[in-house]
């Protein structure tokens, strides 16, 4: 064993809740540490620990990741009331991606991971589509209202000095009978609109993609225009040169022209997305790929700090079969490629090959496990592959180090 790659710094580990929980664990156990003499910083963010600390845990995991540089994240479990009960929490604790988002203030990444024999639905889509989703303002921070009859709405600002300007957005008509109707504010920032543009030109150099973005700037001539007038800036002060020596292409279009585009495309590429249409496209993308444990994620702060994890959730439906000692088939690719990402990134920054390779033989490892037929239940209901066939969870991780 004394022949397994070193590491210089620590990876922050960050664990989590249920069916991945065990993945989590068994992923270390067959596919890292016989390997690598792993090095981390480990926090466990499973609910109960969350519980015990006050969710004290989870600022503390956000925080190592800023001193460290790179952290790995199992999926957690988010409170409602029913995990209140189940766990019997003192508190209905926040999202912990939340909060460590707020803290590390990142764009999330997510890029589907190909295999051969998935074949995604829009047949031309060789290669993955990263959706980068602004993750501030618009209608999630919004202030509306239902509007009465005869109802008149104006927004109004008020300057410090506190000189008012106010704008007309709609008088309703009068007397009753559905002359009502709905007003919306929202708002964003220049400072949080130029992280997010900083932050998706800096992923699309890393990972050597063209960067897309789009807004509708045609309608709305001040708010969307905005968005693009920040990333124009931001890329012709910055980044215009970068591109240019990495061989990649910055361009904006209008919102439903990237879309038709996207359709067209080949793949291969970035697409920067406001909040709402992040949220929309990036399901859209998930799913036309495949499924949505073959999805990849990775939140990159500004100040360069990375955290690395699965798309998807703890899979509590599996979890409930495997507590009860009923055989599982659970996908745990993305939960390993989250794993190579980080181990890659920390290879990357200390300068250590051998880890990189590590990394990329595991990832192809993996998806040549998958190439032979060998892949878990939900894979298997999609494959193309003539000679298919279901493996457990534990069994399809084994099948990946033996080919490793
Ligand atoms: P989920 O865990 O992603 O699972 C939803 C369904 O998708 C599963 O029931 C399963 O379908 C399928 N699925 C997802 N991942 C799979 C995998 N690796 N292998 C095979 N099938 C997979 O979402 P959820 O059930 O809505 O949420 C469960 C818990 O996860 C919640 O407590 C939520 O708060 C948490 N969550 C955490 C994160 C995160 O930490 N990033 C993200 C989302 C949700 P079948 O049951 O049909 O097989
Ligand atoms: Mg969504």
Not at 134 to 161: F, Q
Not at 261 to 276: L, P, Q
Not at 301 to 309: F, K, L, R, T, V
């Amino acid at each position: 064993m004394n022949d397994r790659i070193k590491m210089h710094t620590p990876l922050v580990e960050i664990d989590g809740d249920e069916m991945t929980r065990i993945i989590w664990a068994w992923v270390k156990e067959i596919l890292l540490c016989p390997f690598i003499e792993l090095k981390t910083e480990y926090f466990d963010l499973g609910l109960s620990e969350r519980e015990r600390t006050g969710d004290r845990v989870t600022t503390e995991a956000a925080e190592a990741i800023k001193e460290f540089g790179v952290g790995v994240k199992c999926a957690t479990i988010t409170p409602n009331e029913e995990r209140v009960k189940e766990y019997g929490l003192s508190e209905m604790y926040k999202s912990p991606n939340g909060t460590i988002r707020a803290i590390l203030d990142g764009t999330v990444f997510r890029a589907p991971i190909l295999a051969k024999g998935i074949v995604p639905y829009i047949p031309t889509w060789e290669k993955p589509i990263t959706i980068a989703r602004h993750a501030y303002g618009d209608i999630y921070r919004n202030t509306e209202c239902l509007a009465g009859a005869g109802d008149k709405a104006e927004l109004v600002l008020t300057s410090p000095d506190g000189t008012e300007k106010r704008m007309l957005i709609h008088t309703f008509g009068e007397s009753g009978g559905g002359n009502g109707g709905i007003v919306q504010g929202i708002h964003n920032t220049d400072a949080s609109i130029a992280s997010f543009a900083r932050a998706c030109m800096n992923y699309a150099i890393d990972t050597k993609q063209d960067l897309w973005f789009g807004a509708k700037d045609t309608i709305s001539k001040t708010y969307e225009r905005r968005f693009r007038d920040i990333f124009d800036e931001i890329f012709a002060a910055v980044y215009k040169e970068k591109f240019a020596e990495v061989g990649i292409t910055y361009s904006y279009t209008l919102i439903d022209d990237a879309v038709a585009r996207a359709i067209r495309s080949d793949g291969g590429f970035v697409w920067a997305c406001r909040n709402y249409d992040g949220d929309v496209m990036s399901d859209m993308v998930a799913t036309a790929f495949g499924s949505l444990a073959m999805m990849t994620s990775v939140l990159v702060s500004p100040q360069g700090y990375y955290e690395y994890e699965a798309a998807h959730g703890t899979v509590q439906r599996h979890f409930y079969k495997h507590a009860a000692g009923e055989p599982t088939s659970t996908n745990s690719v993305a939960t390993v490629f989250a794993w190579t990402g980080a181990l890659k990134k920390r290879a990357e920054l200390d300068s250590l090959p051998d880890l990189a390779a590590f990394a990329e033989a595991l990832e192809r490892a993996v998806l040549d496990t998958i190439g032979s037929g060998v892949m878990t239940g939900d894979l298997y209901a999609i494959s193309t592959l003539p000679d298919k066939r279901q493996a457990g969870t534990k069994e399809f991780l084994e099948a990946a180090a033996a080919r490793l």
